[in-house]
């Protein structure tokens, strides 16, 4: 009898080994939660009949501008948007949040190799003949509008520096060169 039970406990715990076992390694045998495997909401990327586009994801509203990006430069790249931005464009950065130590630092990478540390226009470029007609800042009629713009489009000989910098960056570096200017 003890024996008989033996086995049949061994023959149990066979049964229960081979059926728990995947069969497909794919599909699982049993769902226990159905709902974790076919979800009631719509799929991210999924389909929704009730819009009319049938799409489940909404777009963002037009002109919606995302979170952390930049707001869009509204100041043509043409003559007149350069002086519309000498005229309006102000920065908007107050008095406590200039900070010309930041201004000189950023200056000095990407500007002094033609304007100088100064602003004289003697850059080190300049000074091996590797770039002419560098303006001295104070011979310019400036703004900081206008400098603004030209650190978005450039102008002339001079490239756009606008994906080197950060909005805030370029008003900081446009706040250093009133400074240089105005000493
Ligand atoms: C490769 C050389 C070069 C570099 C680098 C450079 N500039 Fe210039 N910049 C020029 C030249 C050339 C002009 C003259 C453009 C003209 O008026 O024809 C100029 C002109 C200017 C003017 C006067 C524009 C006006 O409205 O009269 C400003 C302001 C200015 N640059 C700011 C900057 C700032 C700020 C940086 C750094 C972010 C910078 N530049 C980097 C070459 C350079």
């Not at 909401?41 to 009730?50: A, F, L, W």
């Not at 043409?78 to 130590?101: F, H, Q, R």
């Not at 000074?127 to 509008?145: A, C, N, V």
């Not at 650190?151 to 240089?180: D, P």
Request: net charge neutral; with cysteine.
């Amino acid at each position: 009898m003890k024996k008989v039970i033996k086995n049949s406990i061994v023959l149990l715990a066979l049964i229960a080994l081979i059926t728990s076992c995947d069969r497909s390694k794919r599909t699982p045998n049993l769902q226990y939660f159905p709902n974790m495997y076919e979800p009631v909401s719509y799929e991210t990327y999924g389909v929704n009949p009730i819009y009319e586009n049938g799409m489940a994801s909404r777009l963002p509203v037009a002109g919606t501008i995302a979170r952390g990006s930049e707001f869009p430069f509204e100041y043509e790249n043409t003559i007149e948007g350069y002086d519309l931005a000498k005229e309006a464009l102000k920065n908007p950065l107050d008095s406590t949040m200039v900070d010309l130590k930041k201004g000189k630092q950023l200056y000095e990478i990407y500007c002094t190799s033609c304007h100088g540390t100064k602003g004289e226009g003697q850059g080190e470029l300049v000074k091996r003949e590797k770039f002419l007609g560098i303006p001295k800042f104070k011979d310019r009629e400036i703004t900081e509008g206008s400098i603004y713009h030209v650190i978005m489009y450039g102008k002339n000989m001079m490239g756009s520096h606008a994906s080197q910098l950060t909005e805030e960056e370029r008003w900081q570096v446009v706040a250093y060169v009133q400074e240089l200017r105005n000493n």
